[in-house]
């Protein structure tokens, strides 16, 4: 990659402060490229090749985000919305100057996990309908799930009237008035969990989304917490 961007729109982007912020400390002397000092902010370079440093610190350069997040209850997936709070509302704004977005939606309802990155490629690959990449989820379900409801998802259920699923796994962990199971599914329609419960007649009480792709839910993270992807991690989605 050979792109030469602005020092000052490299600093911005990485979270430095706005451009009329940094513009006042690349004047005043503080910001090096090479060793060098420089108080030009339109002077353009390329940020994976130069060593820029702020008071002789060096700043690590990146272009995209990979946040892990354990969504809670009570906010909504998206960039913003008029009246909820959303997810992004709850990252810090040195990740929010990065304009990342959640990739896939979780109901307001569902907890679990939920990347947040501002990697479009990275999205693209793992929404596609034609990848088919897995999602795991753990289900609290009103009344008995049985053997016989582990068959129809594994052939596929009606759901919006027309719509059947493509082969899903359930997983009975406990079945009783309220039955806990594991189900991973292989597309994203709207509600899906809830609705191909709803197709054998039981209701979703509590639904949590524990994997994606090769990517499992940090089950230290509380509801509401969030942490970067280690490069492992980041290497696992790319390969999901
Ligand atoms: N299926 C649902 O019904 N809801 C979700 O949030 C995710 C999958």
Known sequence: ???????????????YGSRRDIKKVIKNGSVKVNGEIVKDS???????????????????????????????????????DPISRTVIDLIDERYRVFDPFPVGRLDKDTEGLLIISNDGKLAHNLLSPKKHVEKKYYVEVEGYV???????FTEGVVIDGEYKTIPAQLEIIDTDNISKVYLTIRE???????????AVNKKVVYLKRVSMGRLNLDETLLPGEYRELTEEEIFLLNNS
Not at 62 to 75: A, D, S
Not at 146 to 152: G, R
Not at 190 to 198: L, P, S
């Open 1 to 15: 990659m050979d792109k030469k961007i602005r020092l000052d729109k490299i600093l911005s982007n990485l979270g």
């Open 42 to 80: 339109s002077y353009k370079l390329n940020p994976y090749k130069a060593v820029i440093e702020i008071d002789d610190t060096i700043v690590e350069y990146r272009e995209f985000i990979y946040l892990m997040m354990n969504k809670p209850k009570g906010v909504v997936s998206s960039t913003d």
């Open 146 to 152: 049985t053997e016989d409801d582990k068959k129809i």
């Open 188 to 198: 994203g329609k709207f509600h899906q969990v809830k609705k191909m419960f709803k």
